[in-house]
């Protein structure tokens, strides 16, 4: 789908060489007396299912579990795979995780805050 919003002369000449793989997770919510060990928000209980998901095959690659107010941050870093593209949400964006993911040639696209600020150091002369 990236692909195809690229004009013909981009997507001719730029070939994706691996798959792309895209990392979201959704909480699921019950009632407090469902889940008693896993506390949400309020009298609800909930769990959290990160999902990495194949853009190829239509498949789940791998699932987590975690408690319903757990970061995404953490579980996403557990999920990246250098075999693929990572294609996730600005909730795993971490400035320090970017520079991980460059040392270690994870290719990765993620939309940044909306609060982020690039800054372009320069030399004195």
Known sequence: MLISKCNRGKRR????????????S?????????LPCTPFHGERSGIKLHVSFTSETGMPLEVKETGGLHHDGPVGESLANKAFILVQDRAYGKHA???QFKDQKQFFVIRLR??????????LK
């Open 97 to 99: 995780r970017f520079d």
């Open 26 to 34: 959704t909480t699921i919510t019950v009632g407090k007396n469902s």
């Open 114 to 123: 909306d609060n982020v600020e690039l800054h372009q150091p320069r030399s």
């Open 13 to 24: 000449t730029k070939v994706v060489k691996q798959a792309l793989l895209l990392v979201d």
